[in-house]
Structure formats: structure tokens, C-alpha cells
């Protein structure tokens, strides 16, 4: 998708015709992601590039479009160019190591969660034999329960 989106047009608002644009690159988008994948992709890939006109746009990451469309129109721009293209996309494999550190940041991370459920449930409690700390398959969950219920 090649195009100049114009935002002067008389008798139009100017915020309705950037809402517009914004909306018509947002259905480009999701009209091209649910193209059938090549064999061997994994993914769409987006090449962008925003600017005032053809020549002068920049490439920026599918996620900063709009952000970038914004900062455009703030800086009181009267139109502005976005080119989309789609390719496929192929997922690089992780290494090892990253992948073993992830998991650990991850469990250390479910750990604190849990132990700051704990507190906060062992704050409306007196007696430390009211709070029942139940396993579950994927995470532990911590649940309040009074000893008249056990």
C-alpha cells in the first residue's frame, strides 16, 4: 500500500480525516494478516516507511506508525505518505542460554507474585493457620480460608 493521505479537505474536519486514515491502515493491516502464509513463513513481516512525501519518508516499525503519523500531524503537516509492504516472515531459533534465562526470570517472577498475594492475604488474618496455600497444575495460588471451613 502506496498512499498520501490528505488532511485539508474543505468541509471536512481535520481530526475526522486523520481518525480515517489511521482506520484505513489499521484494516490494510489486518486484511493483509489474514492472507494465507507461504509454505515455510511464519509470520507476516511489515516494511513501513512514513513521512510528508514519497521522498522524504523513513522506515519505521510496523508498531511506531502511528506515532509517527501523530508526530507528523503535530508538527502541522497538511499530508502525509505511508507505503506498507508485506513479505514473509521466518522465525529466528534462541539460544540456549537466553532461553533458560527467560524461564528463570519467568519462575522468579511467578515467586514474588505468589509471595505478595501471601502478604497481602496475611494482613486480613490474625493467625497464621487461617491462610491454606493450594497447588495447582500451571501455578500456585494462594487462597484465604478460615479454619471453622477446613
Known amino acids: 500500500m502506496k498512499k498520501t493521505y490528505t488532511l485539508n479537505i474543505e ?3 481535520r481530526d475526522r480525516l486523520l481518525d480515517a486514515s489511521k482506520h ?12 494465507v502464509l507461504p509454505e515455510g513463513a ?10 510528508i512525501s514519497d521522498g522524504s519518508s523513513a522506515h519505521v516499525h510496523l508498531a511506531e506508525i502511528m ?18 509492504s508485506s513479505k514473509p516472515g521466518h522465525r ?3 539460544s540456549a542460554a537466553l532461553a533458560s534465562s527467560d524461564i ?19 494482613d486480613q488474618f490474625e493467625r497464621p493457620d487461617q491462610i491454606l ?10 487462597t484465604a480460608i478460615s479454619a471453622a471451613n477446613c
Open 11 to 13: 468541509g471536512k474536519n
Open 24 to 35: 484505513d491502515i489499521r484494516k490494510y493491516v489486518k486484511r493483509e494478516r489474514a492472507k
Open 42 to 51: 511464519d509470520f507476516w513481516d511489515f516494511d513501513c516507511k512514513v513521512g
Open 67 to 84: 506515532a509517527a503519523v501523530d508526530a507528523l500531524v503535530t508538527d502541522g503537516a497538511d499530508q502525509f505518505y505511508v507505503e506498507i
Open 92 to 94: 529466528a531459533a534462541r
Open 104 to 122: 528463570a526470570s519467568q519462575a522468579l517472577y511467578t515467586l514474588q507474585r505468589s509471595v505478595r498475594q501471601a502478604w497481602l492475604i496475611s
Open 133 to 142: 496455600v493450594r497447588k495447582c497444575r500451571k501455578t500456585p495460588r494462594i
